[in-house]
């Protein structure tokens, strides 16, 4: 038996890795499933539901998971050119576009409002295959990590779970964005290189070559694992700690439209976080797929403390609605396409009896 104590403490303490080392007191008789090897599904509730159209793990799941992917991340980041257009102006130019809504001002009386959907089609490419990996991987990462530790220290090691999968998936996404994002800045940014993706992408190779649209994925990487990592462990936190406190009723209890709303405002809570985190590295990527021959650390000393952080609140709303709207049409895509939704993870029974809760 436990202290009461260190009961508390792993009811309570959302975040942190536990503290202390479990052991069965008495060694529970070895089940026929157990003489067989550990089991092969180890989330919380992953076993397939009544009503659900494929099994949670399966290669259609996760097929599906990175189809939700590619429609959440493609057609949010593309609705949302015209602000984040303004967004890299500031960042790379911030004495001429001093403010959000002097930089909306200004793109419109130079190009029109044609001019603010600047680098449209990189982006729903981009982002697009983004989507696809960083959704699709999480779920395969997640489940291939949890498999691996059990279904116990799943349970108790759920973010830090969250936020290697989330990295992991992020790693890859990037790689795939990477293209996109340099020529999608450049368009946005230089007057005159390039006024769509046809044009831009052979000049940036005839220049620079291959190169040129992989120089920004470290940046990438520095700006979207932290954000990916926050987004995901931030999110399904935030999602089980509103179902505990604030949603009146369970989550099996509440309907389809409750459960996406929960969804909604958890996603818009992680996306403030994310842009707060990121932003510093999205100012050198911006900066850094503008001017050629550039390196990141130098973009770094050029912008300084102060100028890392031009653009936050542009980011912060882009980033905020990003979020909470990815989220909404994932979830979305799996309850139109009735795939698994595991809820919230509760502690298993095994680990309640080592721990001497009692219902």
């Known amino acids: 038996m436990y202290p009461n104590a260190l009961t508390q403490l792993a009811r309570a303490n959302p975040f942190s890795a536990p503290l202390f080392t479990l052991r069965q007191v008495e060694e529970a008789a070895r089940s026929p499933a157990a003489e067989h090897g550990p089991s092969k599904r180890t989330l919380a509730a992953a076993a397939v539901a009544e009503g659900d159209s494929c099994e949670f793990g399966s290669s259609r799941y996760f097929i599906m998971c990175g189809i939700g992917g590619i429609l959440s991340c493609g057609t949010t980041h593309t609705a949302v050119v015209p602000l984040d257009l303004v967004k890299c102006r500031l960042q790379v130019d911030p004495d001429k576009y001093k403010s959000i809504f002097k930089g909306f001002s200004i793109t419109i009386k130079e190009d029109g409002m ?45 973010t830090s779970l969250y936020l290697a999968a989330s990295a992991s998936a992020e790693f890859f996404a990037d790689i795939a964005l990477a293209p996109m994002e340099a020529c999608k800045v450049r368009i946005q940014t230089q007057p005159g290189y390039a006024n769509n993706l046809r044009q831009c992408a052979p000049k940036m190779f005839a220049e620079e070559g291959l190169w040129a649209f992989y120089k920004g994925v470290v940046p ?93 609140v542009a980011r912060i709303i882009m980033i905020g609605t990003l979020t909470a709207l990815q989220w909404f049409i994932y979830d979305s895509v799996k309850v139109y396409f009735r795939l698994p939704r595991p809820p919230p993870p509760e502690m298993p029974e095994s680990l309640k009896k080592k721990l001497g809760i009692t219902e």
């Open 114 to 158: 044609r001019g603010l959907a600047k680098g449209w089609a990189p982006t729903f490419i981009g982002y697009s295959m983004q989507g696809l990996c960083k959704f699709g991987f999480y779920e395969v990462f997640k489940t291939t990590y949890s498999d691996m530790i059990g279904e116990e220290n799943t349970y108790l090691w759920r």
């Open 220 to 312: 990438l990487w520095m700006r979207q694992i932290p954000y990916t990592m926050m987004k995901f462990a931030c999110f399904e936190r935030t999602v089980e700690l509103l179902y505990k406190n604030v949603v009146p009723k369970p989550r099996a209890e509440c309907s389809k439209g409750e459960q996406l709303v929960v969804t909604f405002v958890a996603g818009y809570i992680a996306g403030v976080f994310c842009a707060i985190v990121s932003h510093p590295a999205d100012s050198v990527v911006s900066v850094l797929n503008k001017e050629s021959g550039s390196t990141a650390l130098g973009v770094l000393k050029k912008l300084g403390p102060k100028g890392v952080w031009k653009g936050l």
